[in-house]
């Protein structure tokens, strides 16, 4: 899990980046065209739906594997702390799909807000610094992308 969280999650983070300069640099980097060029929907694709999916893949299969790479022991409130937050994590890639193109806004200031509280959160874990940096920089772009 390690591997993933250090290696795997900080690519969601490169990858909003790039898609972000992609549609920034074919229109003259002004922020709102590149977002009404396919920007928003692209961020929206990325940093929603698969990270969401990913997200609760790792929380609901892997959920000991998550709490020992926070360097706590497993315990049934850990257990069900994260089967509570994969399931959260699989509404949200649930609803990515089911919400028309105009109810995206509203999920991508949602998720990206608590993206933004769970990096924050992440600060207090000491070897945290992919999963607060990964998810500061997604929730950023998200909430840079639905405000």
């Known amino acids: 899990m390690n591997f993933l969280v250090k290696h795997m999650l900080p690519l969601y983070a490169l990858s909003g980046l790039i898609v972000v300069g992609y549609y920034l640099g074919t229109t003259g980097w002004a922020w709102s065209p590149a977002l009404d060029a396919g920007g928003r929907e692209a961020i929206y694709g990325l940093l929603i739906t698969a990270f969401a999916i990913s997200g609760a893949c790792g929380h609901l299969l892997f959920p000991e594997r998550v709490v ?3 360097g706590h022991e497993p315990n049934d ?5 994260q089967r509570e937050l994969g399931l959260f994590t699989l509404m949200v890639a649930v609803a990515s799909f089911l919400v028309p193109a105009e109810g995206m ?3 991508g200031i949602a998720w990206g807000g ?6 924050l959160n992440h600060l207090r874990s000491p070897g945290r610094f992919a999963a607060v940096v990964s998810d500061l920089i997604c929730g950023a ?3 840079t992308a639905s405000l």
Do not use: K
């Open 68 to 70: 020992s790479s926070l």
């Open 77 to 81: 409130a850990s257990r069900l702390f």
């Open 105 to 107: 806004q509203g999920l």
């Open 114 to 119: 608590f993206l933004v509280c769970a990096g």
């Open 141 to 143: 772009l998200l909430l």
